[in-house]
């Protein structure tokens, strides 16, 4: 199976047009000693409403409806000005060079503090997966209390991703992450930047994430929007006992290999 391996602001993504895999095969081909390595792994596929559609499995292989950085991902793979259709809706992605811009799914529910915790109020917003921020001085208790907020009852069985964001002079806000499907703190987080921004009261906002990288989030005609950097690493091809003939038969119009 052919794959780009592509990183955005620091999320770094499996991407390949192929059926969904077995969740055992996802986990080891995201596995940075065993595997290629990577936070996530991306399938594009044929779409009848869009260029082309994308599912997305975290790296410990367990699905999860919608990833911000992963979208970038998707167009970047594209290579040119394309719809996306995910397990949340259309998006619509204008790609200058690794200079991404696509629109994120609608806010399903913003809850500002949702509950308190003796380091502040804990607020809620659901943009494609479920995100928890706690506004703080600094990040001496990350990853510890992030940890443990993840899996708290409050936020349902599934849980919820958990970023600690600092507000920084010059008007950026600094976030670091705890991703649930990965387990651990990643560089970034797409839709995790939004609902910081969503919760930040401000019409636009640019987001600082671990990786040191920028995101930009805004509205436009009612949209919510995301612009970032999305890169293409390597390309690469599976062989052994994951390698397969489908991607001889692929019919995908949008994924090309080649720049």
């Known amino acids: 199976m052919q794959f780009e391996k592509i990183e955005g602001a620091g999320n770094d993504f499996i991407v390949m047009e192929s059926p969904p895999l077995p969740i055992e095969v996802i986990a080891k081909l995201c596995d940075r000693r065993k595997g290629i390595g990577a936070d996530g792994l991306i399938f594009v596929s044929e779409s009848d409403r869009a260029d082309c559609k994308f599912s997305y499995y975290n790296s410990d292989g367990s699905h999860a409806d919608f990833c911000g950085n992963g979208l970038r991902a998707v167009a970047r793979f594209v290579g040119r000005n394309c719809t996306i259709e995910s397990d949340c809706g259309l998006h619509f992605a204008k790609v200058l060079g690794d200079q991404i811009t696509v629109n994120l799914p609608s806010p399903k529910f913003v809850k500002k503090n949702f509950f308190t915790i003796p380091e502040g109020a804990v607020h809620y917003a659901y943009v494609g997966v479920p995100h928890a921020i706690l506004y703080v001085k600094d990040f001496s208790n990350f990853p510890q209390l992030a940890e443990t907020l993840r899996h708290d009852p409050r936020f349902g069985e599934a849980g919820a991703?958990?970023?600690?964001?600092?507000?920084?002079?010059?008007?950026?806000?600094?976030?670091?992450?705890?991703?649930?499907?990965?387990?651990?703190?990643?560089?970034?987080?797409?839709?995790?930047?939004?609902?910081?921004?969503?919760?930040?009261?401000?019409?636009?906002?640019?987001?600082?994430?671990?990786?040191?990288?920028?995101?930009?989030?805004?509205?436009?005609?009612?949209?919510?929007?995301?612009?970032?950097?999305?890169?293409?690493?390597?390309?690469?091809?599976?062989?052994?006992?994951?390698?397969?003939?489908?991607?001889?038969?692929?019919r995908i119009p949008c994924g090309s290999h080649t720049e």
Request: hydrophobic share 35%.
């Open 161 to 250: 991703n958990i970023h600690f964001s600092k507000k920084l002079e010059n008007g950026k806000i600094e976030v670091r992450t705890f991703e649930r499907g990965v387990e651990k703190e990643t560089f970034a987080c797409g839709s995790g930047g939004a609902a910081v921004f969503l919760c930040a009261d401000r019409k636009r906002a640019a987001i600082r994430f671990f990786s040191h990288d920028e995101v930009t989030y805004f509205y436009n005609e009612g949209h919510l929007m995301m612009q970032g950097p999305a890169q293409k690493i390597f390309t690469g091809k599976i062989y052994d006992h994951w390698h397969s003939e489908r991607d001889k038969n692929s």
